[in-house]
Every structure is written in structure tokens, then in C-alpha cells.
């Protein structure tokens, strides 16, 4: 037996990304998003509320990165979703995080979030509040690398957001191989 629930945004993996970027004076902002997936190859889509301070200044400036939030930043990653910065414009001070310039965009890393997609905004659609960048750049603190030199999830520690019960929860261990398991029931 199943039980309905109903249209809800109920799917799981929810990422946590950490969106930051300059405002027009140069202040660096933050904020935690979580309905924000790859589109394409190159592309990054999320969705994001015109009132977000971040989101006019992505408007203004045309550049944004999104880092994953880790286990050991929960508390900073929620901070910057619940505080706005329409009221508190040094949130990220206040949050103990550390912008970094980005070489490749004009808008800031987070030192503290050792992963991060560099992006450029190809569009925002005001009534579906559907922003697409475009990613120009992945950078990783060497600290997340495996000994094959990529992204390792077991040392980046990525975060995800339960929808249902709202609580932060850290990515699991490895279970199979993709593209690779499938493969026992071809015949």
C-alpha cells in the first residue's frame, strides 16, 4: 500500500548550493538555495526569487558561483538562507565565510566551501523565477581530490536538504558503479 501526499516538491537528493556574488558596491553576498540542477553539459539551472538580493545583483553583474555546502558548514550554508541581505548586508562576515576572487567570473568564491561551479548568467525569466548560467569553470581545493586527482564526495562531504522533514543530511558511501552495473542483466 502507498500513501499520497499530493503535488509536493518532495525528491531527494535536494542539493544545498551556496550562491554568492558582488553586489553593485562590491560587497560580497551569499545566499543557500536547494531547487538547482545541471541543464546541460554547461549549464546550471535553479530557481531563485526576484527579491533575493543576490539575485539583482546576479542581474546586475551577470556572474554567480554556486558552491556545494559540506557537513562541516551547516550552520554557515543555513545562516546565509535565513538571514537576507536586503537587511544584513555583511552576512557573510557575520557568518564566519570568506570571500575569494574568482578568475574566471566576476563574483566571488567562498573560502571555507571547498567546490564550486563559476558561472555566467545566460537568463533569468522573472515569472518562472528559472535562472540559467552558464559554467565557465569547476574549481576544488586540493583538500577534496582523490588520489585520481577529481572530486572525491567522501572528502567534499556535500550536504542535501530533506524537503520533507527539513533537516540537512550528508551524501552516503558508494553502492554501485554507473553504467556499469546494469550491464549484469543484459543479455
Request: charged residues 20%; aromatic residues 8%.
Amino acid at each position: 500500500m502507498r500513501k499520497n501526499f499530493g503535488a509536493k516538491p518532495f525528491l531527494y537528493p535536494m542539493p544545498v548550493l551556496i550562491i554568492a556574488t558582488y553586489g553593485e558596491d562590491g560587497t560580497p553576498d551569499a545566499m543557500n538555495a536547494a531547487w538547482g540542477c545541471i541543464a546541460d553539459q554547461d549549464q546550471i539551472s535553479i530557481y531563485l526569487s526576484a527579491s533575493h538580493k543576490t539575485v539583482q545583483n546576479i542581474l546586475q553583474r551577470r556572474a554567480f558561483t554556486v558552491s556545494m555546502a559540506n557537513a562541516s558548514h551547516v550552520v554557515e550554508a543555513d545562516y546565509v538562507g535565513i538571514v537576507s541581505a536586503n537587511a544584513v548586508p555583511d552576512k557573510l562576515e557575520r557568518a564566519g565565510l570568506h570571500p575569494i576572487p574568482s578568475a574566471f567570473v566576476d563574483a566571488p568564491l567562498i573560502a571555507e566551501l571547498p567546490m564550486a561551479l563559476e558561472c555566467t548568467m545566460i537568463q533569468y525569466d522573472e515569472e518562472s523565477e528559472r535562472m540559467i548560467g552558464k559554467i565557465v569553470n569547476v574549481s576544488a581545493d586540493d583538500s577534496v581530490l582523490g588520489e585520481d586527482g577529481r572530486i572525491d564526495p567522501e572528502k567534499l562531504q556535500p550536504i542535501t536538504f530533506d524537503p520533507i522533514h527539513h533537516t540537512y543530511r550528508k551524501l552516503g558511501e558508494c553502492i554501485g558503479f554507473a553504467f556499469q552495473d546494469g550491464k549484469k542483466l543484459q543479455k
